[in-house]
């Protein structure tokens, strides 16, 4: 009998394939010096390093699946719904670890913030209204305040009885603006952020980075945890992200053994060492992590 978080695992990797994760024949080179390869579509396939490191995970978790390689927001799309449906099967599993009331959210929208509706972050809702009604404060501020997350994990707060339910615990007047108590705060309390980034390019990296601080900036509370999710396989790209402390807590890969696997049997000596910093240095993780950590 498979244990849950190995059946969650397992699922994930036949959501991406044939989906998000796919192969294809493409050509690389010009003129006589064209040629076609087999390659994943996370890979950037005219890098030799990122093809065939990236060819070599895919093939381990899901096998070589041919498939017409999606759009880029679809692909997005179909990506982070993969990454909301294990956290569904991981996370809301271990309740007897962090209890309390959970949801877990594919924010498919980006045309409004989700996270405004969330209590660290509702004042953000009411700066959105006054910009649109004074354009002079709107282009002073520009969009330094906007935070469009992929996923996201809240807790709806508890009532008097359930936070009693342990034995005699509130007292009159005390306690009077915890957000945790729902006869205060109605809002779900925001506790995760999930960034889910398919492939990794500066740009991406750079944006990942100004949404964490944001979060940071900007909240009312505490600060929920900030965590990216890539299929990105090739280490110094990788490394852009996962690099340095301040904006998020990890990056975490959907598939860090094979990964390891791959890059210690292939010849890319620079590709190892900086996989071997990004993990000495606890900053990139196995999806697999990503659901204790969440319980934490």
């Not at 913030?113 to 002073?140: P, S, T």
Request: glycine share 8%; net charge neutral; with cysteine.
């Amino acid at each position: 009998m498979l244990a849950r978080l190995e059946t969650a695992r397992k699922e994930f990797f036949e959501s991406l394939a044939g989906s998000a994760l796919t192969f294809g024949t493409y050509t690389i080179g010009k003129g006589a010096a064209a040629r076609k390869v087999l390659a994943v579509n996370n890979s950037d396939y005219g890098n030799r390093a990122s093809l065939e490191i990236s060819n070599a995970v895919a093939e381990s978790i899901v096998g070589i699946r041919k498939g017409k390689k999606a759009a880029g927001q679809t692909l997005g799309d179909l990506f982070e719904k993969s990454v909301a449906d294990f956290l569904q099967k991981s996370f809301l599993k271990l309740g007897h670890l962090r209890p309390g009331k959970w949801s877990i959210d594919h924010i498919t929208s980006r045309s409004e913030q989700a996270v405004v509706g969330c209590e660290q972050y509702a004042h953000l809702g009411d700066l959105a209204k006054f910009c649109l009604e004074h354009r002079e404060l709107a282009a002073a501020l520009g969009n330094d305040y906007a935070i469009s997350p992929d996923v996201i994990v809240t807790r709806n707060p508890e009532t008097d009885k359930v936070i009693d339910s342990g034995g005699s615990f509130l007292a009159n007047g005390l306690a009077m603006r915890s957000p945790l108590r729902e006869s205060v705060n109605q809002l779900p309390i925001l506790h995760a952020c999930v960034s889910c980034k398919f492939t990794l390019r500066s740009d991406r990296s750079q944006n990942a980075r100004s949404e964490a601080l944001n979060l940071i900036r900007n909240r009312k509370g505490r600060t929920p945890h900030i965590v990216i999710v890539t299929a990105e396989c090739l280490p110094s790209r990788l490394a852009s992200l996962a690099l340095g402390t301040g904006d998020i807590d990890c990056l975490y890969h959907i598939a860090l053994p094979e990964l390891i696997a791959a890059v210690d049997r292939l010849d890319f000596p620079d590709a190892k060492d900086m996989l071997d910093t990004m993990i000495a240095g606890r900053r990139i993780r196995d999806i697999t992590d990503l659901p204790l950590d969440l319980a934490t």
